[in-house]
C-alpha cells in the first residue's frame, strides 16, 4: 500500500516535500516478548517479517536523489477522543468498566500479576500529532525515526484503584482473562447502558476492540522507549498519563459516548 502511494504521489504532485509514516514499539518487538529497555531506534531488528521494516527500508531506497524526505515515529498505545478507531485504550478500560458496574461487579485489573506491577507507556493523540507537525519542519529530523510517548510511565497498580475512583466503583481483586471471551456476548449490557444514560448509540463492536485490550494486559514485562532522542532534537512536549486517560473519559462523557455516574 505505501509503495503503490508514494510512487503514484511522487509522479503527480512535483510539490511533494515529505513522507511521514507512524510506526510504532513493535519496531522493537514488543509483541513477540520481553525485549531490551529502554528501547532506543539503533537497537537491533528482530527477525522478520516485520511491515515496519519493510515501510522504512523501501522509504531509504526510494529517497535517495528525490527532491522529499521522509520520517516516522514509534508511539506506543496512542489514545486519543475518537469514535470508529477501537484500538484506544482509553475506551477498552472505560466500556469495561461500565459494563462491570451494570453488572453491579467491582473493577478488577483483567491482566496478568507481572502485567499489574510492569511499567507501561501511552502516547496522547494531540501530543502525537504535534510530533508529526514537528518532525515534517524540522530540517534536522530528516529521514530520522523517534521514540514518541507521553514522557512519563505508569504502573496498573498505582493507576487502577484511581481509574476505580473515577467511575466510582471499587476496585476488585485481579483476575486475569480474556476479554475477547469473556466481554464477546456483553453487547445486550452495553445497549441497556445506551438507553439508561441516553448514550449516542454506537454499534457495541465499533466502539471497542477487546483482543487489543488483551494485546494491553498480557505482557509480562516492562513496555518503555527512550524518548531521549526527540529531545536532543528540539522535541519537549510532554503530557502525564494519569491526567490524560481522566481528560479523555471526561471529553467522551460530555460527547455522550459513556455514561456519567
Known amino acids: 500500500m505505501l509503495r503503490n502511494l508514494v510512487e503514484v504521489i511522487d509522479r503527480a504532485a512535483p510539490g511533494l516535500r515529505h513522507i511521514h509514516v507512524v510506526h510504532g514499539t513493535k519496531w522493537y518487538g514488543n509483541h513477540l516478548g520481553s525485549f531490551k529497555t529502554p ?55 472505560a466500556v469495561y468498566a461500565a459494563i462491570s458496574k451494570e453488572l453491579g461487579l467491582p473493577l478488577c485489573h483483567p491482566g496478568t500479576h507481572d502485567n499489574y506491577h510492569a511499567l507501561y507507556q501511552c502516547t496522547d493523540a494531540e501530543l502525537l500529532a504535534k510530533a508529526i507537525v514537528w518532525m515534517t519542519t524540522e530540517p534536522r529530523c530528516t529521514n530520522q525515526a523517534f521514540n514518541i510517548t507521553n514522557g512519563d510511565l505508569i504502573r496498573w497498580e498505582n493507576l487502577w484503584p484511581r481509574i476505580a475512583r473515577y467511575f466510582h466503583m471499587e476496585p476488585g481483586q485481579r483476575r486475569h ?51 531521549g532522542k526527540s529531545r536532543r ?25 459513556l455514561p456519567t455516574y
Open 39 to 93: 528501547a532506543k531506534g539503533d537497537d537491533p531488528r528482530h527477525m522478520p517479517p516485520n511491515f515496519y521494516y519493510d515501510q522504512w527500508d523501501y522509504l531509504v531506497e526510494r529517497q535517495s536523489g528525490t527532491r522529499w524526505t521522509f520520517s516516522s515515529a514509534r508511539p506506543h498505545a496512542v489514545s486519543g477522543c475518537v469514535i470508529g478507531n477501537p484500538m484506544n485504550l482509553p475506551m477498552v478500560i
Open 177 to 227: 482473562i480474556s476479554l475477547a471471551k469473556f466481554m464477546a456476548d456483553k453487547s445486550p449490557v452495553w445497549d441497556r447502558i445506551v438507553q439508561k444514560h441516553g448514550l449516542k448509540p454506537y454499534r457495541y463492536e465499533k466502539i471497542v476492540s477487546w483482543p487489543y485490550g488483551d494485546f494491553v494486559f498480557a505482557p509480562e514485562y516492562d513496555i518503555i522507549s527512550d524518548t
Open 233 to 257: 532534537f528540539g522535541f519537549h512536549e510532554s503530557v502525564d498519563t494519569e491526567e490524560m486517560f481522566f481528560r479523555l473519559w471526561d471529553q467522551y462523557r460530555a460527547a455522550r459516548v
